[in-house]
């Protein structure tokens, strides 16, 4: 996959809304799992290490990926007719857009250009520890890297 959360993790499409033509452009629930190690939220028996609401959009003038972790009871309480503005959500996402016109029906190549939410509690608007500056490297470094490797090889999407 093509994100840290989900790196290494089995990830599951539990459901989705089609919201396009293409059978691609869909709101999904993605369930991720692994056996023994937990991330960010509590698990179940199950081993649920997190829950993403993700949204895809292919257009002829780019793709894009916007997702956010959600708790498995905030998920129930939307589902089951919950105020949606009562939900809290850092979303994150990325596009892909051609880096312009082809030239001659060659590939020009593309651009990519990603966002992220997180709360981090020992940062301040002046301040960000060096920890805190790490990890958001890494993360923009792998996340990077997942697309790359999805793009010349579109099997990696599953993994």
Same mark, same amino acid.
């Given at each position: 996959?093509? $994100?840290?959360? *989900? &790196?290494?993790?089995?990830?599951?499409?539990?459901? @989705?809304?089609?919201?396009? +033509? $293409?059978?691609?452009?869909?709101?999904?629930?993605?369930? /991720?799992?692994?056996?023994?190690?937990?991330? !960010? #939220? !509590?698990?179940?028996? $199950? !081993?649920?290490?997190?829950?993403?609401?993700?949204?895809?959009?292919?257009?002829?003038?780019?793709? @894009?990926?916007?997702? %956010?972790?959600?708790? %498995?009871?905030?998920?129930?309480?939307?589902?089951?007719?919950?105020?949606?503005?009562?939900?809290?959500?850092?979303?994150?996402?990325?596009?892909?857009?051609?880096?312009?016109?082809?030239?001659?029906?060659?590939?020009?190549?593309?651009? /990519?250009?990603?966002? #992220?939410?997180?709360?981090? &509690? =020992?940062?301040? =608007?002046?301040?960000?520890?060096?920890?805190? /500056? %790490?990890?958001? #490297?890494?993360? /923009?470094?792998?996340? %990077?890297? +997942?697309?790359? =490797?999805?793009?010349?090889?579109?099997?990696?999407?599953? *993994?």
């Amino acid at each position: 996959m093509w $994100d840290i959360l *989900t &790196s290494g993790h089995h990830v599951r499409e539990t459901g @989705h809304i089609d919201n396009g +033509c $293409d059978h691609g452009n869909r709101v999904s629930i993605l369930e /991720v799992k692994h056996n023994n190690y937990l991330i !960010q #939220f !509590q698990s179940t028996e $199950d !081993q649920i290490v997190v829950i993403l609401l993700q949204e895809s959009y292919t257009t002829l003038t780019g793709s @894009h990926v916007t997702f %956010a972790p959600v708790e %498995a009871s905030t998920l129930d309480m939307i589902l089951n007719g919950g105020r949606l503005e009562n939900v809290p959500t850092l979303p994150s996402g990325f596009s892909i857009l051609p880096d312009g016109p082809k030239r001659n029906g060659g590939s020009t190549g593309s651009l /990519v250009t990603m966002a #992220f939410q997180i709360l981090d &509690s =020992a940062s301040s =608007a002046t301040y960000i520890p060096p920890d805190s /500056v %790490a990890t958001i #490297f890494k993360l /923009v470094t792998e996340t %990077a890297e +997942c697309i790359k =490797a999805s793009m010349f090889n579109p099997l990696n999407l599953g *993994t």
